[in-house]
């Protein structure tokens, strides 16, 4: 029988839960303790027979979502963004079709997160390419740099940044977009949907369509399909897109 | 990321809703990535002990819903860092002191073809992991038995067996059968000793 305190250690060590000086000292006992070296061998031949006979399908699941979300990161910033015309996307006359699911119904869970992902990474309303920076308005450099802010991530920056912008403010719009989704990626989302409310209802009316998608998607998110669906189109077929509702 | 924020991100993905797991999964990475970096020396060992890490986090924290650690992107680091020396540098195939002499185990490189007798020992190695295996499976009470088997069959989803096998949620399942699997690589590496004691 293993010792139980060594078999313990063991476990640990293969479950990634070891200091760093507990690290240390595991690997002095390897090379000095040939018992404890074969007792190590031992756990990771059956560790390995164990998960290979008997493999963990949602394991196996998990990983390739989180290989493509990493991948899908790094194409993301490689590629070129293209801004996203919403008139011009409307005017393609997509046919829409409605259809209401309930969370457990035919959709698979792995085609919703997909939709989901790929609907975020349009990153609709986020032209920035559309705003430059010009030494002569600070403004548009504001909401520029605010911009780069909420694309690097750095979402408390891009609230900071934008807390003081004056409500009937030139590129105001913009200000209310980025706020709300930067609360929103900072687990806020009561506040990211209010501001994206306050945006919808602004009296521009621009990117009041813009706040309506996200509202959809963030209510989606959340597994709230009902009030998701006042927003957005839940395709009929797998190999659809969301859509806004019109 | 504070303590009651990664709470509330397990507690999603304990009751289903993986996203915001995944935004969790993808910030993490993007801040861990310059040090995991400078750890590997590689972007895509970066990425692979990143991926290794977080799905022992998941274990942990929301199969086993474990308190989670107060920091929890310094924990992720310190599994990386684990999960590193696991991949490159395998301390107990490399050199073991016998009398302060040390004596690499490792084949030189140029020996690449194995030999007839390396051969039957590879052979008889895997037999007798097999057969620890058998012997271990058949220790393990019913419920761990049809829990395990029951994903080789595609025919049966864990979810149905849920009910059948009485309970309370499909997360309580996902618990127990990780909990099963957990006692058969204990099983299976008692009874992979005590073969290879046998056989010597």
């Known amino acids: ?223 709230d399909i009902k009030t998701a669906e006042k927003f957005i189109e839940l395709p009929k077929h797998k190999t659809k897109e969301l859509k806004l509702r019109e | 990321m504070t303590e009651i924020n990664i709470k509330k991100i397990i507690d999603s993905a304990v009751n289903g809703n993986e996203f915001p797991f995944n935004r969790f999964f993808e910030d993490t990475f993007k801040k861990l990535l310059p040090k995991l970096t400078a750890l590997t020396n590689s972007k895509d060992d970066a990425q692979d002990v990143f991926i290794t890490s977080m799905h022992k986090f998941w274990e942990r924290f929301v199969i086993k819903q474990e308190e989670p650690p107060l920091n929890s992107i310094a924990y992720i680091y310190m599994m990386c860092r684990n999960a590193w020396l696991h991949k490159k540098r395998q301390p107990w195939n490399s050199v073991i002191l016998v009398d302060n002499n040390a004596y690499s185990l490792n084949k030189a490189k140029n020996d690449v073809l194995i030999t007839e007798q390396e051969k039957t020992d590879i052979e008889n190695d895997i037999s007798l992991k097999h057969k620890a295996l058998s012997i271990a499976i058949n220790e393990l009470c019913d419920k761990c038995k049809k829990l395990i088997e029951a994903e080789l069959d595609n025919n049966i989803k864990l979810k149905d067996l849920q009910q059948e096998m009485g309970y309370n949620n499909y997360q309580a399942l996902v618990q127990a059968k990780y909990n099963c699997k957990k006692r058969l690589v204990k099983k299976v590496t008692e009874a992979l000793i005590n073969l290879k004691k046998n056989n010597s």
């Open chain 1, 1 to 223: 029988m293993i010792p139980e305190k060594d078999l313990d250690l063991i476990t640990r060590f293969f479950d990634l839960d070891l200091s760093y000086e507990e690290l240390k000292e595991f690997e002095k006992r390897i090379l000095l303790d040939i018992k404890f070296r074969e007792r190590c061998e031992a756990y990771k031949a059956a560790n390995d027979i164990v998960n290979t006979t008997y493999p963990d399908k949602d394991k196996l699941v998990r990983a390739e979502k989180w290989k493509t979300l990493l991948k899908d990161k790094e194409t993301t910033i490689a590629t070129k963004k293209t801004p996203w015309k919403w008139v011009g996307a409307i005017a393609a006359g997509f046919i829409i079709t409605f259809f209401i699911w309930q969370l457990n119904s035919t959709f698979q869970e792995p085609d919703l997160n997909k939709l989901i992902a790929s609907s975020w990474n349009k990153k609709i309303g986020l032209d920035f390419n559309t705003i430059r920076s010009t030494k002569k308005d600070s403004l548009k450099s504001l909401v520029s740099s605010a911009y780069s802010t909420y694309s690097d991530m750095n979402y408390q920056s891009t609230i900071n940044l934008l807390s003081d912008y004056k409500a009937d403010t030139i590129y105001y719009e913009d200000v209310l977009l980025l706020r709300a989704l930067s609360f929103y990626k900072k687990e806020d989302s009561d506040t990211a949907l209010k501001t994206l409310d306050t945006l919808s209802k602004y009296h521009t009316g621009k990117k009041s369509k813009v706040a309506n998608w996200y509202k959809g998607l963030i209510y989606l998110e959340q597994g």
